[in-house]
Structure formats: C-alpha cells, structure tokens
C-alpha cells in the first residue's frame, strides 16, 4: 500500500523557475527520503531528513519536514532541463519496520526551455 | 563501484513461461530489496533480505512469486507461472544501516531495474 501522496501528480515548468512538490504520509516515521526517476531507469536517492529535523538543504534542493501534519516539500531552485524526471518521496516506519521503504505516488516535473 | 546490476534489462514471454529476474548488490550492503513498478500500483516492495535471510515477503502477490538470495552478491525473483498482469519494472535495490547510534534506515541504491511483458 502507498503511504506517501505526492502533490502535483505532474508539473510543467519553465527552466529557471522554482519547482515545489509535496508529500503527505499517514503513519509516524524515522526518516523521509526524495528520490528521482528519470525515464526508463532506476531511482537514484536525493536527500534524507530525519524525524527530528525541519529542513535540510542540499545543492539546489531543499526538502522541509513537519512531522505535526505528516508532510514534507522538495524545493527545487533554478531548474534546469535535465531536472525533468519523476520525483518520490519514501518514508520509513519508526518502529520496526524502519528497515521499509515504502514510496509515494510520485510527481512528474517537465521542465522547458 | 559498478551498482546495482539487474539482468535481464528486457523480458518478453508467453503467459505460462517461466521468468527470473537477477540482481547483483552492491559489495558489502547487507540489505537486498526487490520491487515491482507499476503506473497503476506505482512502486511495491515485494520481499527483502537482511544477510542472505528473507525478512518480510509480506509483499510477494502470490505462491507463483519467490525469491532467493544464496549468497551476499546475488538473488534472484522467480515468477512461475507467469501471467500478462505480472508485466511491470521489477527493480532490485541494496544498502546497509548504521547503528542505532546514528540513523537506522540508509539510502536505497536501486538498479536500472527489468522490464517485464508477458503477453
């Protein structure tokens, strides 16, 4: 079963806008995971925040957490074309289950010239 | 580091053919993970192994379904008999955890994943 919902399901930007995606689960976590999918190929790990963190930034991401409302964001700055790709988020259980990955829905980001 | 290696890339088979999919960790990662994509059910953990051992198949859809990891550099997903709704991306990914002492979940690193159609 999904346990991440991602919002857009799919968002079509131009290159050099901001792209925002968000994600909401349903049960406590130890940590929240971004992951992108380019087009016929394996997901490739982004950035992890922990239950205990807010924000976390890495390069031209920045992803937020607040565990309060079960949601998280993936900020993406200044995007280029090679941004476009599916992006998930996967959230792992905090109590046994912590070894789980269970993923999203996905967003789908086009970014144009 | 090669990555996670999957092969076959691409299977076309007739229902009711046998199929398995194989996968190579990443060396020294002591967590195999094997899911199946989908555009309807979107990405489902099927099985996973900690050291060679399965620890939860909660995930496997059905008996025709197994999996096996005889040693720490390979498993394979086996589907017997396969049917046309079994087509999807089966995709395998690895890792390993640190302790407790610092976060107990760690970045899964997936392969290119297999690509299956049974007509």
């Known amino acids: 079963s999904q346990q991440g919902e991602e919002d857009p399901q799919a968002l079509s930007i131009q290159e050099g806008e901001n792209a925002t995606m968000n994600c909401s689960y349903k049960?406590?976590?130890?940590?929240l995971q971004w992951y992108r999918q380019n087009s016929g190929r394996g997901l490739v790990h982004l950035i992890l925040?922990?239950?205990?963190?807010r924000e976390k930034h890495s390069g031209r991401l920045r992803v937020t957490l607040d565990t309060s409302k079960k949601s998280s964001s993936l900020l993406i700055t200044a995007s280029r074309a090679a941004d476009t790709a599916s992006y998930f988020c996967?959230?792992?259980?905090?109590?046994?289950?912590?070894?789980?990955?269970?993923f999203g829905t996905g967003t789908r980001l086009q970014v144009t010239l | 580091d090669a990555g996670v290696i999957q092969s076959p890339r691409h299977e076309v088979t007739e229902m009711g053919q046998e199929v398995t999919l194989r996968c190579k960790p990443i060396?020294?990662?002591?967590?195999l993970f094997w899911y199946r994509q989908t555009m309807m059910r979107g990405l489902e953990l099927l099985i996973y192994?900690?050291?060679?051992?399965?620890?939860?198949d909660s995930g496997m859809p059905e008996d025709r379904f197994s999996a096996k990891m005889p040693n720490a550099s390979f498993s394979t997903l086996k589907i017997q008999p396969s049917e046309p709704r079994d087509s999807a991306v089966y995709f395998c990914?690895?890792?390993?955890?640190?302790?407790?002492?610092?976060?107990?979940?760690?970045?899964?690193?997936f392969g290119e994943g297999s690509r299956l159609t049974v007509l």
């Open positions: 192994f900690n050291n060679n051992v399965p620890i939860d």
């Open positions: 990914a690895s890792t390993t955890y640190f302790t407790a002492l610092l976060l107990n979940t760690g970045e899964l690193f």
């Open positions: 049960t406590s976590i130890n940590n």
């Open positions: 925040i922990r239950s205990n963190e």
């Open positions: 060396s020294g990662h002591d967590y």
């Open positions: 996967a959230t792992a259980g905090d109590t046994g289950t912590a070894s789980k990955l269970t």
